[in-house]
């Protein structure tokens, strides 16, 4: 991973190149294409997956036509409140606005000109969020998001080249990107030309040295994100005196089922399920957030909790695919009721059964735990009910570069570089420099709305030419 000078002749310069086919990559591209630019992808995996194809899919956008359909009334005002809230206003509040502003649009872009058919969750809502506003796909799994992506990329004429990494960025003194060094599976190295580039691929969960420095508590952790996020958006920015921020920060995740590996649904604790450790005791106010979660499993006896629900939350829960495989895989243990699930789990019968009773007599009474949790409004849980041991780990970085509303990388000093891009987890999100930060949804946040803003402007500065002369772009159709 390096910056080099510039290659004195490349084979082929393309307008616009895209280093990573997640979400935010194959966004900025389709972005790029209908700016008028030609656009190359470069995916170092043999097909598009990246975190985005792990992930729920799940995006969070204000006052969108799927919310105004369900009578959601909700703003971007009221999100950007929301996500600074749960970051302890530690985000840029302008980062927060250009994404909160440009998210909706960019869902209602992604459906009427490229047919993804996003619906809004109306039957549970995540921590921290004040307005149903998470949307999916009908699977509710991320892979059918990079799946659709990708076609709808293919549909529009782009190139995705696969099993192409990307080692080295071409950088002139002054910070002009002349191009890209590329590693073929065989060991050849290409260089590519460009007009503009945009870094999409993802942040450092996958490289331990990093996660090591910056995020130690999780340092042991199960990592859960794609492997090939290595930092490199990082490493290259650092070399060529760009601005990081907020490192540390990150999404971890409080509820993967274990040894199985699958993601457990928060709907299982927002709906009124708690989590209890091997003592069957609970440790933690849970209503917080997955995120942070993460560690305080991590935590426990052997790094282990049971995730308590029953039938009913089981059942909205069944809307994702994951929660569908957990099942299939004997991941979910049913019981009848509280002794058969204390031996089901092999937990304590006397203390699970005390510590569940404590819970309903909260939820009875509206009254508030000893760890800050409120319960009014909570239904009961019903038996017969549901469990699932899980272990906490980190999913991926909200840490990166920094960028200004139009995804240009910005040096220490302030001033963009001129056509260097950003967006998803290569980007400093909008999530502090804790986990605690994370709200639902950060991250396709960012990688949808970032990556559509940062192949405009990559399109726009490719089209600008030698004579630097910006040419106009056809106006966003929904936004
Ligand atoms: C289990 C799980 C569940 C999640 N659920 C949600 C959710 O419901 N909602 C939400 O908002 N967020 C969720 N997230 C977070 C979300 O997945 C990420 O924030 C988002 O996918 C980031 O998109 P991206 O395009 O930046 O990165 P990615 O999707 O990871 O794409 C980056 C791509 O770059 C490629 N790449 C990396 N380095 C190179 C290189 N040197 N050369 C070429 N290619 C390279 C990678 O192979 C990868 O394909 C979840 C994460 C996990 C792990």
Known sequence: MSVRPPDPAYDVTVPVVIVGAGAAGLCAALAAREAGAEVLVLERDPVPRGSTALS???IPAPGTRWQRDAGIEDSAEGFAADILAKAGGEPDPAAVRTVTEAVG???EWLADAHGLDFSVITDFRYPGHSANRMHGLPSRAGGELVDRL???AERAGIDILCDAQVVALHATAEGRIAGVALRRPDGAVEAIGCGALVLACNGYGGNRALVRRYVPELAEALYFGHPGNQGEAVLWGQALGAATRHLPGHQGHGSVAHPAGILITWATIAEGGVQVNAEGRRFSDESHGYSEQAARVLEQPGGIAWTVFDARIAGIARQFEDFREAEALGAVVEAADVPALAAAARLPEAALSATLAEVE???RTGGTDGFGRGFAGTPPLVPPLRAVRVTG???HTQGGLVVDGEARVLHGDGHAFPNLL???GAACGVSGSRASGYLSGNGLL???ALGRIAGTVAGRTARAGADGAERP???????
């Open 361 to 363: 007599g909260w939820k």
């Open 446 to 448: 960012t990688a949808v």
């Open 150 to 152: 990708r076609q709808a």
């Open 105 to 107: 649009p960019a869902l």
């Open 422 to 424: 950003a967006a998803g």
């Open 56 to 58: 729920a899919g799940l």
């Open 473 to 479: 772009v056809p106006a966003h159709p929904a936004g």
């Open 393 to 395: 780990a980190l999913f």
